[in-house]
């Protein structure tokens, strides 16, 4: 018995540890090493192709009943308030490319007449939600597919509720990123007046942009760490949670301000003329399906590499764990070792026979004192 309480195997096999690779096969192995080779690895051998498919396909469902759903609820508030109602508008416009406007998929002055009368529309109301949360559950298990874990063991109604709170917060974090919005143009506009600059100068309009752009990154952000821990219920520490939605929300705002770009492509083509502005969205929101998955998936490796569990356990469910991975790498060894062993036995004969009998025996024997031992702990 060795001092750490494993079976003291002997081994006398050579050392088969391969030559170091130069050359091509060095650079390739260099490559292949590169933290972001290994994300997209991670992200393709995990099925992120296929999840951000199917999250886009139900996003483009999730996104028009959310939007009717809450200006259903809160049209009346932005009515009597203008300029926040056309701040909200903005706000959705820059999230979605193409989704409301005077060419987009939905008129922003039937959206401000949206209301909820009788039972029919509380019955479509309700399942507007399901489908809105419906998004929500398969961004969950998305992400927490890509950490390698099972969807969570928490109560279906429980997790239901948790989702409709996550969509409330966030129609509610879309009003206040536009009111942010809103302050900050307006403050904007009193600086430059009271040092002279004109509004509509360049120079004017690029701080504008570039206070629009910033505002837009902290919203993305802050919305992909909520969803990379709070929805998924992964357990990451701030630093890398905080690293990995930076990086996200700098990939969709580059994907925002390309979206016009992207959206002209989908119209250009006259197969798709009738359509366009709709296959525009869901090219669009599936691209963004691709950005939340590829950062969590950067966000996974980072912590794999650092050694970090993502699942939320105690200390002593870890230190449970660990024995587990112990023993499990223990029988593993024994297994192999047993099998090497009996082939040599099989081939054998006379005194080289026996010997190897000998040692097969002394390893039987110290894996049933270790199995003994495992089983007092």
């Known amino acids: 018995m060795s001092s750490t309480g494993r079976p003291a195997i002997d081994v006398n096999e050579k050392n088969t540890s391969e030559p170091p690779k130069t050359g091509l096969q060095a650079l390739i192995a260099k490559v292949m090493a590169l933290r972001p080779v290994r994300v997209f690895l991670r992200f393709g051998a995990s099925g992120g192709e296929i999840m951000a498919s199917g999250m886009s396909f139900q996003a483009i469902f999730a996104v028009f009943a959310g939007i009717w759903v809450g200006f259903s609820i809160f049209g009346i508030v932005l009515a009597s308030n203008p300029d926040l109602l056309d701040a909200v508008v903005a706000q959705l416009s820059n999230a979605i490319p193409g989704l409301i406007g005077e ?3 939905i008129d922003p002055q039937a959206l401000s007449e949206a209301r909820i009368l ?7 109301l309700i399942g507007l939600v399901m489908t809105a949360i419906g998004w929500l559950a398969s961004t969950r298990d998305s992400i927490r ?9 928490t109560n279906f109604v429980l ?8 969509a409330l917060g966030f129609g509610i974090a879309i009003v206040l990123s536009s009111v942010v919005s809103l302050i900050s143009n307006q403050g904007l506009s009193f600086a430059f007046d009271l040092v002279g600059v004109d509004t509509e100068s360049p120079f004017a309009l690029v701080v504008a942009w570039l206070v629009g752009v910033l505002i837009v990154f902290v919203f993305d952000s802050f919305v992909l760490a909520i969803a990379f821990r709070v929805l998924s219920g992964v357990k990451i520490p701030m630093r890398r949670l905080l690293a990995g939605a930076a990086i996200g929300g700098a990939a969709l705002g580059v994907l925002k301000i390309l979206g016009t770009q992207l959206l002209g492509g989908a119209t250009s083509n006259p197969l798709l003329a009738s359509f366009a502005v709709i296959i525009g ?3 669009f929101l599936n691209l963004v399906c691709r950005v939340i998955l590829i950062s969590a998936t950067w966000i996974a490796v980072g912590m794999d590499d650092a050694g970090l569990d993502p699942r939320s356990l105690s200390p002593e469910q870890l230190e449970a764990d660990r024995r587990q991975r112990v023993a499990d790498a223990r029988d593993t060894i024994v297994q192999a070792e047993r099998e090497r062993l009996q082939e040599q036995l099989d081939a054998s004969h006379g005194l080289a026979r026996r010997r190897v009998r000998k040692k097969l025996e002394r390893l039987d024997r110290l894996d049933a004192a270790e199995a003994v031992r495992l089983k007092k702990r």
């Open 118 to 124: 009788g039972w029919t529309g509380a019955i479509a």
């Open 281 to 283: 969205i869901m090219i």
């Open 159 to 166: 997790l239901k509720l948790k989702d409709f709170g996550l």
């Open 145 to 153: 597919r890509l950490f390698h874990l099972d969807p969570p063991t």
């Open 103 to 105: 060419n987009g998929a």
